[in-house]
């Protein structure tokens, strides 16, 4: 199985049943409520775009809260503190 294919089986998966999560400030530090791959590459700098973009199921270069919130429950990004 491949980095892509395990990034996007959890977003397949929790893409209709994902609850909204409150976005961690230590990362949505413009305060815009979606994650930029600037923002989290600062807090995780193992992040590759190719695995920031395999989170971007919308493609528009910004994870909004659904995308946050299936990443985060698939244990790909940190929880908000």
């Known amino acids: 199985m491949t980095l892509t294919t395990k990034l996007l089986t959890p977003v397949a998966i929790l893409a209709l049943a994902a609850p909204a999560f409150a976005q961690d400030a230590a990362i949505d530090v ?5 994650y ?3 923002e989290l590459q600062a807090v ?3 992040m590759t775009e190719d695995e920031f973009t395999a989170l971007d199921s ?3 270069g910004l994870l ?3 995308e946050i919130t299936i990443a985060t429950e698939a ?3 940190p929880a908000a503190e």
């Open 30 to 34: 413009n305060g815009d409520g979606m």
């Open 58 to 60: 919308t493609g528009d």
């Open 44 to 46: 995780m700098p193992e």
């Open 75 to 77: 244990g790909l990004l």
């Open 64 to 66: 909004d809260a659904d």
């Open 36 to 38: 930029s791959f600037p």
